[in-house]
């Protein structure tokens, strides 16, 4: 769904909850992601089975795997990311060098 990302690019992933570890802790299933993930949940009580959608920026794209970094580097396959903000390099406003004299 995802194509044409770049490194910067702030993406999402729509994850299915697994179950609650503890008070503040959900496990949730990344779509082809093999191993769970668990992530901090305060403010809402999510339920087993509700899809949640975690938010990160992409730190490396490599042919049709990306790794976004949730917290820590999580490595999915391009088709399971939405884009949220593409991103934009800070423009200057002055030269990095000095005018010849």
Request: a positive charge.
């Amino acid at each position: 769904m995802a194509r044409g990302l770049k490194i910067g690019d702030e993406v999402a992933i729509t994850a299915t909850v697994r179950r609650r570890v503890t008070e503040d802790r959900v496990s949730v299933s990344l779509p082809s992601y093999g191993f769970p993930h668990s992530i901090v949940d305060r403010t809402s009580k999510v339920k087993k089975g509700q899809p949640i959608e975690l938010v990160g920026d992409v730190t490396h794209i490599e042919g049709e795997w990306v790794t976004v970094n949730l917290g820590v580097p999580v490595t999915v396959n391009v088709d399971t990311l939405r884009l949220v903000t593409a991103y934009k390099p800070p423009t200057r406003k002055t030269p990095l060098v000095d005018k010849a004299t």
